[in-house]
């Protein structure tokens, strides 16, 4: 109860008072309130510092204990060493959490090691930790940003990201939020002294906001806690882990970020085999699990139907599904007479990977074999590459007379009518500067698909990786069901 | 001598005929004319057709015979059952050599197969064959485009490809020029009926303008030449390959696509690990090794220094990197203590990945630590990551005051003092259609930093894997000197 009031107070916060706000426009406390008045934060906002003038329209005061109101959360931009005093200061006013942007803690030195456990000892029982050395939380309901957040959406979504590192954060809801996702809670954690990646689990995973957890991961702080709490959100709340410092160099990079303890390859290995939390590797696929868990929230099955525009993206559709465990099964006679019946005899093939000769295929041509593939039982997702030339009259200087934007209606149409996951690949045809029109028209037509409950991706081999984990994810979930899970 | 004779006319062709022009302009030949013409093709083009009246500003001849003066090249688009007449005509013209993009042949079905041995046997010894079932042939100095390419550079380059599948080549030329990559000799060979992977690969083996070759390759014809020829490339033109149809689904679409022999995983591997060809898996992968080999024509060595903006890119960036095989060595205590006298005391790292803290870094702080990075002889390549942020302004709304551009002319600037390979890490901040800005600015820094000699892909792991790939490629060829491979 007492916990949950303290994460009520840090995710929507009524007041934020920002200690280490001073003269120079530079420093950590003046971004920070910046940011929070140009997120638009409906509390109330306190400037502290102990020798400050008034600034940025605020009264400056000496210390926290000075502000007459309640305050529920503190973001401290201090130098380290003033840190223990603004600590007490906190836990004299009643304040219940503070997250601390300073660095300089347990990832740097002995001393600073010292100094961070002088903090968790000042705070213990009285008052809650996020960082140090951390960027702090945003909370789009709560009206909460992180530091260079000014302008993160203001709107609210479903996904909640927690992570070791702050650049990471901020860079992930840049990519996720531009691609049209959205937000629960995004917790930057650092060096993680008192809440740490358990806390923020265990809440989450019973917040009604949060149906997705992407997490970035250097060290844990309780191995054990945090296997049982992984395993117990199989089913119910999928949990995207990249886990930093899997190798001997990350490991020492680990101990300069964070000061964490990487762990061993093995033992996460083993994580990622007995929990059923989704194991990525990099930006790239935290961007695109966190993306395809959100967006198919019932999962797919992994009998993929493949329709492309051309022979050789046939071939490379396949290798790279049959290479992450996903099945293309050959067209059963029925079919293979449909399609054949529909498709012109010469350079197309009617096996699955169905190709329908080319990018340009005639719009009702590629209906036509939409639908008869998803009228086959056989196949439980449909993944369509290579048909979305939006480019043409630059690539090519003529009009586009082959209705592009039909083929887009026509698969719009046909995800509506199916309740099977439909995936499209749209490529990057060209980064040339002049050509950028080229790269609007695509974003334009995966926002249109997304809108319209298709996932697209820029590559085949990202959009077949993603969609291996998400059917190996609900797989186990649906296989650990009546097991051990059920008693937790 | 003949047989480089025929390659003349296929690569410099003074006329070229066009076989199957007729009324409907979709029709592959009419296609074809108008893309030369608006290629601007500086030889004669001659229209053919039994029944066809002029068209395009052209005379259309009854049949190749009817052309009065020489022809060098014949493109042929008219339907499969006409080819062999056509080819029979070309003989009895004395024209060496034909493309031929109808499709319908061994792919199809027993009949085409018989086909497409009756043209074989009728040219023999007296015409080459390109196709069927291809795109042709792009040769910028030749003035010569294959189908959708009227826009292709008119510059040449180093490069040349050689692809099975019209579809990827395409794409590649598209995708890769955007780049400002640039092309000698691009072959798209279909079903590969007489000219085949072997072939070509001779040729360009000996073409001056040639110093990388990007092979995408379902099937080859003489396993055992084509083992000793990419042997015989190593140290000499780095040779990249992407096998189709490694996988049993991809076999499958591999035989309905060009109607090849995939071959066996088993032996492609024992290839790729006895012949230092270059293995890459997909699209992706072909553009950024084709991007990072005709860069660094003299390769790259392994020890890694990595300069970050920000801990959690370095502990992502020493991962990626040890997984490929590179290696990040500790900084020695000398260049530690260069580097603590520069970076700030916390927040940073001067370990190896050295960190200077984040993305906007003072410019003459990042320059500094360039350049002691740089003094240290235990690294033989540069690597920056997360260091650009040329999309600050509609990130964050406000105006850039930290010198991203500064910090843009330091790398080139440091990049120019130095022998040693230097790569920057360009990543896609945000998809977001209102600020396609970003992403403009982000392909001009990559202009830049190309034209400064710096290499820039969008992610650290592709990044990491094209690098791991250049330094393997070199080392291999750097130990096979003075093997037999100097017998050859």
């Not at 586009?400 to 099977?420: H, P």
């Amino acid at each position: 109860m007492d916990r949950l009031k303290k994460f009520e107070s840090i995710f929507y916060p009524k007041s934020v008072a920002v200690v280490g706000v001073s003269a120079d426009e530079q420093k950590a406390g003046n971004r920070f309130l910046r940011v929070m008045q140009e997120f638009g934060f409906k509390g109330r906002l306190y400037a502290v510092n102990p020798d400050g003038n008034d600034m940025l329209g605020l009264k400056v005061y000496p210390s926290v204990r000075d502000i007459a109101e309640p305050v529920d959360l503190v973001f401290i931009g201090s130098p380290a060493r003033s840190v223990p005093q603004v600590i007490e200061d906190c836990v004299a006013k009643g304040v219940p959490a503070v997250e601390i942007f300073t660095a300089g803690f347990g990832e740097v030195d002995e001393e600073g090691h010292r100094l961070e456990q002088d903090i968790v000892r000042l705070a213990k029982g009285k008052l809650r930790i996020i960082g140090p050395n951390c960027f702090g939380v945003y909370c789009p309901r709560g009206g909460l940003t992180l530091l260079p957040g000014s302008r993160y959406p203001r709107e609210s979504g479903s996904i909640a990201v927690i992570s070791q590192s702050g650049g990471w954060v901020t860079d992930f809801i840049w990519a996720a939020s531009g691609q049209g996702l959205r937000f629960s809670k995004v917790i930057s954690y650092g060096n993680a002294c008192d809440l740490n990646e358990i806390d923020f689990l265990e809440y989450l995973a019973s917040d009604p906001e949060t149906k997705v957890i992407a997490a970035y991961i250097e060290g844990v702080k309780d191995g054990r806690r945090f296997f049982e709490l992984a395993k117990s959100l199989l089913g119910k709340k999928p949990l995207i882990v990249w886990k930093g410092g899997l190798t001997e160099t990350g490991k020492r990079a680990v101990d300069s970020h964070t000061g964490s303890l990487a762990g061993e390859r093995a033992v996460w290995e083993a994580f990622f085999r007995q929990t059923g939390a989704v194991r990525v590797d990099g930006f790239e696929e935290l961007l695109d699990n966190t993306a395809i868990f959100s967006h198919f929230t019932e999962g797919a099955g992994r009998r993929v139907a493949l329709v492309g525009g051309g022979g050789g993206v046939g071939v490379a559709a396949s290798d790279m599904c049959e290479q992450v465990g996903l099945e293309v099964p050959a067209s059963p006679p029925e079919i293979m007479e449909q399609l054949r019946a529909l498709l012109p005899p010469i350079g197309t093939s009617a096996r699955n990977p169905v190709d329908v000769g080319h990018p340009l295929a005639p719009p009702s041509l590629f209906q036509k074999v939409l639908q008869t593939v998803l009228s086959w039982d056989g196949i439980d997702t449909l993944l369509v590459d290579r048909i979305f030339f939006y480019g043409l009259p630059l690539l090519m200087g003529a009009p586009d007379t082959t209705g592009t934007d039909k083929r887009v209606e026509v698969l719009i149409n046909v995800a509506r009518s199916t309740r099977k996951p439909v995936l499209a690949v749209l490529g990057e045809l060209t980064s040339d500067i002049d050509m950028i029109g080229i790269e609007v028209g695509r974003r334009e037509v995966q926002r249109r698909f997304r809108q319209a409950g298709i996932f697209a991706l820029p590559s085949i081999h990202r959009t077949a990786k993603a969609l291996a984990n998400l059917c190996s994810y609900y797989e186990k979930a649906s296989s650990s069901r009546g097991k051990d899970y059920d008693k937790s």
